[in-house]
């Protein structure tokens, strides 16, 4: 049984990430009446880990028109260009206006007024990448945006986490949650803006924190809203592999500084799979050590750092992080393996958010806007979340009530009728189950539907998921982890259906049996109802130039 919050908010954020927070401080400063749910403290998020910076074309020579192309060529085909120009253009000044929050990026002197120290990344022509505290920057933004929300009256519910959007009369009017007293209570709104991230969960190794279980994308596909891309999840080929949650990333920096990839033998690898050996691309070296992973049946390879002589002065963060398992980088090889990093496809949406729910919008990681399309560049995605937060936010604000045909959406509507998700009654104990039933999940996604994938694995995975999903759809409890691993479930079928419907290698999408890419698949699969479709991009999108 639930119980009913007396008033709608008028806007009510999912999600307390850099999406969510950005929103919900646009929302409440403007005067709506705004609620903010997130089913960990107000600061847990993916945000809070970020490393490297945010992408933004700040500072001449760099332009938008640059950047925008960085981004497509990344994307290997599959942006929407209009989004992609969305978020380049508005970019810089949600940065600046981030700042004025008080987000103290680093800058190249001492004083505030000093320019802002700009890096530059993998995939970018150019410097554009700020960062603060080195490598500290999600912190950073999520202890600024933290405050920015703390000062308004927005109604802020820590600990409440959401089961499924209310589906009534056609749109979306709020949200059924549980609240930390362990109660489900619908909390209803006039618009409803889903900011819940990744995905990186469905994955036995990744680098996303425990909360990144795509509950945003199972509860629109419960509701029957459209998601699209989410075969292209983006792995990290090196991660520190051990059971620390999340796994502490190995930035290719060390690479570049001299480390060695060697495989269970010690011997370097790299050199016969690429002309640029362990410097190669992320998605070659991501095969690479996955293909030995396979076929002689290891969890983790090595990355020999030992050659680093000024380890602690020019890598920190790492060497507390290795320091804090137990390793001494300086003296012994560190395992690694690949890890689910981020999800580029996700809900549907026009320019502005909205989804093909009326009433319910998406933003940020849990989002596909189009920005990323097949594989994301880097320091893009809180670049996004900054961007279409507020974005959304402005047209509830212009009255916009339900989607139109732009970005994602663009051939993609009208779908058919939303679905009004049940919520049985469940009040029981789950023994132990649900943590099983998680990691084989993820044991299962990572072998069959990870980095490499053929027809025959993704089989194999489907076959897998299901019979776990009859499982956790019996489990007689309505514990927050049990949606989670329900989540899991239908995230896992709607990524190996997609992956599966995808016979082409493209981004980070990998098909061993299909290694080309093919133009006949220059279009996004999206699931909605249970069906799923193919949406071929415009004619008039650019091709890929990789
Ligand atoms: C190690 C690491 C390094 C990264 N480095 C960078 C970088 O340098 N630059 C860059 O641009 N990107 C980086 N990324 C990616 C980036 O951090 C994320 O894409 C981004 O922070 C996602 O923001 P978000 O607001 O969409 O979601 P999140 O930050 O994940 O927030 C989601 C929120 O939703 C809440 N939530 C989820 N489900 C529910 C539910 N059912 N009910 C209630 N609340 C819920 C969560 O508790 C959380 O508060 C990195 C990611 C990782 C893991």
Redo the contacts with the bound molecule.
């Keep these: 049984m639930s119980t009913s919050d007396q008033r709608p908010f008028d806007v009510l954020v ?9 929103a919900a401080v646009h929302a409440a400063r403007s005067g709506s009446s705004v609620a903010v ?4 403290a ?14 933004a074309a700040l500072a001449e020579p760099d332009s938008p028109a640059l950047h925008e192309a960085d981004t497509l060529t990344a994307g290997a085909g599959l942006c929407d260009v209009d989004a992609v120009r969305v978020l380049v253009t508005e970019g810089p000044g949600r940065v600046r206006e981030l700042i004025e929050f008080g987000a103290a990026f680093d800058r190249t002197g001492d004083v505030a007024t000093a320019p802002l120290a700009l890096a530059r ?1 993998g995939g970018h022509s150019l410097a554009r ?1 700020v ?1 603060a505290g080195g ?1 500290a ?2 912190a950073e ?2 202890r600024a945006l933290v405050a920015a929300v703390r000062a308004t009256a927005a109604d802020v519910r820590e600990g ?4 499924d959007v209310l589906v009534e009369g056609g749109r979306c009017g709020g ?1 059924r ?1 549980i609240d930390p007293s362990g109660a489900m209570v619908d909390v209803r709104a006039h618009h409803t803006i889903l ?4 995905a ?1 969960q469905l994955f036995a190794v ?4 425990a ?6 994308i199972a ?1 629109a596909l419960r509701a029957g809203v459209a998601v699209a891309d989410v075969e292209f999840m983006q792995f ?1 080929p090196t991660a520190l592999d051990h059971p620390s949650m ?4 190995l930035s290719e920096a060390l690479r570049g500084e001299g480390a060695v990839l060697r495989d269970d033998q010690g011997v370097a690898f790299m050199a016969d799979e690429h002309p640029l050996g362990d410097l190669a691309p992320r998605d070659v070296v991501a095969r690479a050590i996955t293909r030995r992973l396979i076929d002689r049946g290891l969890t983790h390879l090595w990355l020999d750092a030992t050659s680093i002589t000024d380890f602690t002065r020019r890598f920190p963060t790492i060497r507390r992080a290795c320091e804090e398992v137990g390793l001494d980088p300086t003296r012994q090889w560190l395992p690694v393996a690949p890890a689910a ?3 580029s496809g996700g809900v549907a949406t026009d320019l502005d958010g909205a989804t093909t729910l009326p009433g319910l919008w998406a ?5 596909c806007s189009g920005v990323h399309g097949a594989n ?1 560049l ?8 900054l961007v279409f ?1 507020p974005r959304a936010v402005e047209a509830i604000h212009r009255s916009k009530d339900r989607a139109d045909t732009s970005g994602v959406l663009r051939g993609l509507l009208p779908v058919a009728p939303p679905i009004a998700p049940a919520t049985p009654d469940r009040d029981g104990d789950a023994d132990g189950r649900v943590d099983k039933l998680r990691t084989a999940l993820q044991l299962e996604m990572t072998k069959n539907a990870g980095v490499m994938r053929t027809a025959a694995s993704l089989r194999e995975a489907a076959e897998a998921i299901e019979a776990i999903s009859v499982e956790a759809d019996l489990l007689a409890t309505d514990a ?1 982890e049990a ?2 691993l329900r ?1 899991l479930c239908i995230g896992a079928r709607a990524l190996v259906t997609s992956a599966a419907a995808r016979e082409e290698s493209r981004g980070t999408h990998w098909r061993s049996d299909h290694p080309s890419t093919s133009s006949e698949y220059r279009g996004r699969f999206a699931i909605m109802g249970g069906d799923i479709r193919f949406v071929p991009l415009p004619a008039d999108s650019p091709e890929p130039h990789r």
């Design positions: 999912l999600g307390s990430g850099v999406a969510g927070l950005s749910l997130t089913k960990g107000l600061a847990q998020s993916t945000t809070r880990f970020a490393q490297g910076g945010v992408a990344e990448v960062h490598d920057t999600g933004i999520e409440w986490f959401t089961v949200v949650a900011a819940t991230g990744g990186g990744t680098t996303n924190p909360l990144s279980t795509g509950d945003g509860m990290h999340p796994r502490p990333l990093h981020y999800l933003v940020g990681e849990v989002a994301r880097a320091s893009n995605s809180l670049l996004d979340g937060g927050p949606w989670e989540n």
